[in-house]
């Protein structure tokens, strides 16, 4: 479990120190940067279902990669439709 927990961290965290990176630049220096920094934003909740759903295989967890894979394609249904 401690692997999942660690690499859905580190997705996370990485999602949202690039985001707030690319933001800044946008906002004071370049600004297109700010839609590049809005797309990580969004980006990385899918980024995160993905690894948890690829760690939970490794384990052979199929039950909870049934439910990953489940929430996983929501977000993607969501966003095509908002499209």
């Known amino acids: 479990m401690v692997v999942l927990e660690r690499a ?3 997705t996370l965290r990485a999602g949202a120190v690039i985001a707030i990176l690319l933001l ?3 906002f004071f ?3 297109p940067m700010l ?3 809005a797309v990580i934003l969004m980006v990385t909740p899918l980024t995160r279902v993905l690894i948890a759903g690829l760690c939970l295989i490794a384990r052979r967890e199929y ?4 439910m990953a894979a489940y929430v ?3 977000l993607v249904i969501t966003i095509i439709i908002r499209l």
């Open 63 to 66: 039950a909870y990669f049934v």
């Open 24 to 26: 800044v630049i946008g």
């Open 72 to 74: 996983l394609s929501i």
């Open 8 to 10: 859905v961290f580190i």
């Open 29 to 31: 220096i370049y600004p």
């Open 35 to 37: 839609w590049a920094g």
